[in-house]
C-alpha cells in the first residue's frame, strides 16, 4: 500500500524560502505525474504544480516564477521550492499523482507572515 509522506513545512517571513518533499513509500514502480497540491483553510485544495517522469513541468498561475517542482524517480520523491513566498501561499501542502489516485497524507503546514 502507497503512503504519502509529506515534510518541510514551517512559517517564513514573505519573501523567503522553503522547499518541501514528499516520498511516496511502499512504490515500487515508478510513478508518472506526481504533483503538489495545497489547500488553505476555508478554500478547496487546488493543484499548485506538476511533473511528469520524463520531468515536463506545469504550474498553477499564482506560483509561476516562484515555485519549482522538481522529483527523484528512483525514490518516488517530489520536491517543491518555494521561492518569494507570500501571505496567500499559506496553507497545507499535500502531494499525490496528479489524478490524486492515493489516499491524501497529512500534509505539511507553510505558514507565511509579513
Known amino acids: 500500500q502507497v503512503q504519502l509522506v509529506e515534510s518541510g513545512g514551517g512559517s517564513v517571513l514573505a519573501g523567503g524560502s522553503l522547499r518541501l518533499s514528499c516520498t511516496a513509500e511502499g512504490a515500487f514502480f515508478l510513478i508518472n505525474q506526481m504533483a503538489w497540491y495545497r489547500q488553505a483553510p476555508g478554500k478547496q485544495r487546488e493543484l499548485v504544480a506538476v511533473?511528469?517522469?520524463?520531468?515536463?513541468?506545469r504550474y498553477a498561475d499564482s506560483v509561476k516564477g516562484r515555485f519549482t517542482i522538481s522529483r527523484d524517480n528512483a525514490k518516488n520523491t517530489v520536491y517543491l521550492q518555494m521561492n518569494s513566498v507570500k501571505p496567500e501561499d499559506t496553507a497545507n501542502y499535500y502531494c499525490?499523482?496528479?489524478?490524486?489516485?492515493?489516499?491524501w497524507g497529512q500534509g505539511t503546514q507553510v505558514t507565511v507572515s509579513t
Open positions: 499525490n499523482t496528479g489524478d490524486e489516485h492515493y489516499k
Open positions: 511533473m511528469n517522469s520524463r520531468g515536463s513541468p
